[in-house]
């Protein structure tokens, strides 16, 4: 069975497990909470929680759990898992980064810290070093860890308005010694609509990394964005920057 718990915030929902969970449970219980939910938020954090007195999930509960993943696809903010059931601890961690939004797990003796992560208010922590150049027209970006989606909405609150002001840039440089990746499949996404964006008003893209990235985006970047491409090495930063003021 599922329990609905509605005690945890106005953005918040939450779902206990219990037995065997049936597929009348998502359709008559969970699925209709997190509708009635939404009609006053559009993004909701879940708190899931698989307790010990977990027996099992019938085929068409995990079917009906697969088809709410979908429709409500764009729905979440942050989903706290909570169980110390094995398998489903090991698939979350599998397919986390597929779905748009923060999803950690936590044991059953966390379920405290579930609720509290799930309370947080979201804060600005980019990890993207930026840098601005008015003379040269150049930005610099410099991912420090996993980007994150906010990361990109970062970027964008500074390049854009630097782009205003100076016009279509000379280049864009990516220094990184190792491209650390994204946090999440939502951070991926932003990053492409990031591409999508600006690649037309930037004149060259300069990949700076001991990465492999460098090397992809050198062969397969001119078929899809406008902007001259290429791969230097990480030790080549003033090289890539002569590269792209060559022809200015």
Avoid: C
Wanted: overall charge negative; hydrophobic content about 45%.
């Amino acid at each position: 069975m599922i329990k609905v718990l509605n005690d945890m915030g106005d953005d918040i929902i939450g779902f206990e497990l219990s037995g065997v969970v049936t597929g009348d449970d998502y359709e008559q219980i969970l699925i209709p909470a997190i509708k009635e939910k939404l009609t006053t938020n559009e993004k909701l954090k879940v708190l899931y929680h698989v307790g010990n007195d977990f027996d099992s999930y019938e085929f068409k509960a995990m079917l009906d759990d697969a088809m709410a993943g979908m429709e409500f696809f764009g729905n979440w903010e942050k989903i706290a898992v909570v169980s110390d059931v094995e398998w489903i601890i090991n698939a979350v961690k599998i397919f986390a980064f597929m779905v748009p939004s923060k999803v950690r797990t936590f044991t059953n003796k966390q379920i405290e810290e579930a609720k509290a992560w799930l309370k947080e208010e979201k804060v600005l922590t980019p990890k993207l070093q930026i840098l601005l150049d008015e003379k040269t027209k150049i930005a610099i970006l410099e991912p420090k860890e996993e980007l994150s989606k906010d990361d990109f909405i970062y970027a964008n609150s500074l390049i854009d308005p630097f782009i205003s002001k100076v016009g279509k840039l000379n280049g864009i440089i990516i220094y990184t010694k190792d491209f650390p990746g994204w946090s999440s499949f939502s951070a991926f996404l932003e990053h492409m609509e990031f591409i999508k964006d600006h690649h037309k008003q930037i004149k060259k893209l300069a990949f700076v990394t001991d990465s492999f990235v460098g090397e992809m985006a050198e062969r397969v970047g001119s078929h899809f964005v406008s902007a001259e491409v290429k791969d230097f090495d990480f030790t080549a930063l003033n090289e890539a920057k002569n590269w792209i003021l060559e022809d200015n």
